[in-house]
C-alpha cells in the first residue's frame, strides 16, 4: 500500500446555532377527530366528509407549527374505520395523529 498523501486545505466553515428556537405566538390547540360506528366523522364536534376532511388537513399540514390530531374512536367503531381516518390525516401530511382514550376506573 502507498502511503496517502494529506493536504491542509483551509477551510472556514459556516457557524451554526443548535440552541432550539422558542416557538412564538400561542399554542396551538389540537384538532380532535371524532369517527363513529357509522363511519360518521366530526372535526372539533362538527361534522365532515371525507372530502372535506382530505382538505381541512392538507391545509393544516402547511402551517407552522402543525397542530396535533387527536382521533377519538367510539368503542364500537371498528378500527378499520379509525385507521381509515388515521391514514388520510397522515396522507394530507399530518405528523402528530395521537389517539384518545379514556382511562379504565378502578374496581
Known sequence: TAPLMTQKTK???????LD????????????????????????????????????KLSVEAQKTPQPAINVRGDRTTKYRVVSEIV????????????FVAEPELKR
Request: net charge neutral; hydrophobic share 35%.
Open 87 to 98: 391514514n388520510i390525516a397522515q396522507s394530507q401530511g399530518m405528523r402528530k395523529v395521537g
Open 11 to 17: 477551510v472556514e466553515l459556516p457557524k451554526a446555532n
Open 20 to 55: 432550539k428556537k422558542e416557538e412564538k405566538g400561542p399554542p396551538v390547540q389540537p384538532i380532535t377527530l371524532a369517527v363513529l360506528e357509522n363511519g360518521s366523522i366530526f372535526w372539533n364536534d362538527e361534522p365532515v366528509t371525507k372530502g372535506l376532511l382530505e382538505s
